[in-house]
């Protein structure tokens, strides 16, 4: 029934509010059947773009993966890979008895060089990507300030970056040289030191050069990558602050910071993902030394020195184990950061 009064004209409501009799009534308005159809165009021409990438993906890095894992399981050697047989687990962990309670682990995870190799590696990414995020944050933070030159000065800071890694670990290897390394003779002249040191030969020094060579290298790196979040941050939200006479230091840690987190968040995961699967730098600047081996030295040195495939393919394929559960982590961990989460 109606709401009108009795004896009113009908209004337009009125005839809305009660459909005519033997009349369906009115249903809401469905999506436009185009959209659907759109959206699965779209959805077409996104794979179709992403094809040759992940073409090319499939054949430099998913196949030689493949063969890794595969060469990992079998007694492979680097001189006859085709009559490379099926043995288990035994490249990995393999326990031999000798009988009489007596017996001896052979394998990857029985190898205590590996395990050290394990543990330069993952102390060097967690050294050299923090102290590189630091300095990044501060060359960052100079960098977005406005003062004459500043165009020069963010060129010259990315200088290092540009470098080829093998010619900055051949520059600094003739730098730290203990005989005529430009490093040595300014310390002992400053007093700093009252002999020359082997930067890259001593076992105490040898980590501690590696990661100054990184550091200088890689720090404009996350500088350029920081940058690229301050420079999104909004003006206003400074200009507000300034106004109402926020100290600056408190604007960095609740203004600047929380807004430039998900760009320190990239900079830090796309570090650490090189600096856990380092190779270059090691090798060159401080070669056959146990204080730096790293897991890609130490599967280097069994795929194609040792002549020992299988063991160097178990190393590869741990690496890319322990490269892939510390993203997935840290992915994760990120994202709770992010929500709000504990």
């Known amino acids: ?40 165009q779209r959805r077409r021409a996104a794979w179709l773009f992403l094809l040759p990438m992940l073409l090319v993906l499939a054949l430099v890095a998913a196949w030689p993966l493949f063969q890794s894992i595969q060469f990992s399981f079998t007694n492979a050697r680097l001189s006859d890979l085709e009559g490379a047989q099926f043995v288990g687990f035994a490249n990995y962990y393999e326990w031999v008895d000798y009988g009489g309670g007596e017996g001896e682990a052979f394998g990857l995870l029985a190898d205590p060089i590996w395990w050290q190799a394990v543990w330069n590696t993952v102390r060097y990414a967690i050294i050299s990507v923090s102290i ?25 800071v990315l200088i290092p970056w540009a470098i080829p890694t093998i010619v900055s670990a051949k520059m600094w290897a003739w730098m730290m040289n203990d005989q005529f390394g430009i490093l040595n003779d300014m310390l002992v002249k400053l007093g700093l030191i009252s002999a020359p040191i082997a930067w890259t030969a001593s076992p105490d020094t040898a980590m501690i050069a590696v990661i100054i060579v990184d550091v200088w290298k890689t720090a404009p790196f996350m500088a350029l990558l920081i940058l690229a979040g301050l420079q999104m941050v909004p003006g206003d939200v400074y200009e507000a602050a300034k106004i109402d006479g926020v100290n600056p230091v408190k604007v ?13 968040l990239v900079a830090v995961i796309f570090r650490a993902l090189d600096a856990l699967r380092v190779f270059d730098l090691i090798y060159v600047l401080t070669p056959n030394n146990p204080q730096t081996k790293t897991m890609s030295v130490y599967a280097q040195e069994n795929l194609f020195q040792f002549d020992n495939f299988a063991q160097g393919s178990a190393a590869s394929t741990m690496l890319f184990l322990v490269i892939a559960m510390i993203t997935l982590l840290y992915i994760k961990t990120a994202r709770l950061n992010l929500a709000g989460g504990q």
Do not use: Q
């Open 252 to 264: 960095f840690f609740k203004v600047t910071l929380p807004l430039i987190r998900p760009a320190i």
């Open 132 to 156: 590189e995020t630091v300095l990044g944050l501060i060359f960052a933070l100079v960098l977005n300030a406005e003062f004459k030159g500043r165009a020069l000065v963010r060129a010259a």
């Open 1 to 40: 029934m109606s709401n009108a009064t009795p004896g009113a004209p009908p209004t337009r409501k009125s005839f809305e509010a009660e459909p005519k009799a033997g009349l369906p009534a009115p249903s809401a308005p469905s999506a436009p059947a185009g959209r659907s159809a759109l959206t699965r």
